[in-house]
């Protein structure tokens, strides 16, 4: 009878171990998400009267500090909004990251949507505009050889604009930071609550 406790007690103690190492596997080989962040944003500090239409060009930074993961990205959404009115948008297009990898995707020029240019045009003269940038994508991780599903992500920011049509802080990039109210539609697409 006392063989018996024993035995039980020994199997449930490995099994146990066999748990607690199988926690402490998944949790080392959990991917970390990538950080996104805007540099280096250009934009015209006036409007000219001759010429109303402006671009401006960012660099985005995308850091993928995961030793063990490499990252898959499809298209990147970046869309930039001024007081709710869309200034302007684009689309870089699919990559791949390595591990333990920084990527910077240059954005030659962005058109600034007319009808909004001369209201922030005057928020820029004055040192006191702000854009609200948000960044949508789908990522797919690649760890040990073995590919996960499709995680979407949506990323969100503010870039303060200097009068000088620079960012105001002093490092000159914005991190953009994961948007915690996102919810999936029916058709597979995401949206915001």
């Not at 010429?51 to 985005?60: G, H, K, M, S």
């Not at 040192?127 to 960044?135: F, I, P, R, S, Y």
């Not at 009068?163 to 953009?176: A, P």
């Not at 109210?181 to 058709?187: A, H, M």
């Amino acid at each position: 009878m006392c063989e018996t406790k024993n035995l039980h007690l020994w199997l449930l103690q490995i099994i146990g171990l066999l748990g607690l190492l199988a926690l402490c596997f998944w949790l080392s080989l959990r991917p970390k998400e990538p950080n996104f962040a805007i540099m280096e944003f250009s934009i015209p500090t006036s409007v000219s009267d001759e010429n109303p239409r402006a671009t401006f060009n960012y660099v985005l930074e995308v850091k993928n500090s995961d030793k063990e993961s490499s990252i898959k990205y499809d298209d990147i959404l970046l869309s930039f909004k001024y007081k709710h009115d869309m200034v302007g948008n684009n689309t870089i297009p699919r990559f791949d990251q390595g591990k333990d990898n920084n990527a910077y995707q240059h954005v030659p020029s962005v058109d600034i949507n007319p009808l909004v240019w001369r209201a922030l045009a005057k928020e820029i003269s004055h040192g006191t505009a702000k854009l609200d940038v948000e960044l949508i994508t789908s990522i797919k991780y690649k760890t040990w050889g073995i590919k996960s599903k499709h995680h979407k992500v949506k990323y969100q920011g503010v870039l303060a604009i200097g009068s000088d049509g620079k960012i105001k802080d002093k490092k000159k990039r914005v991190k953009l930071h994961r948007s915690k109210k996102w919810k999936i539609r029916t058709s597979g697409f995401l949206s915001a609550n």
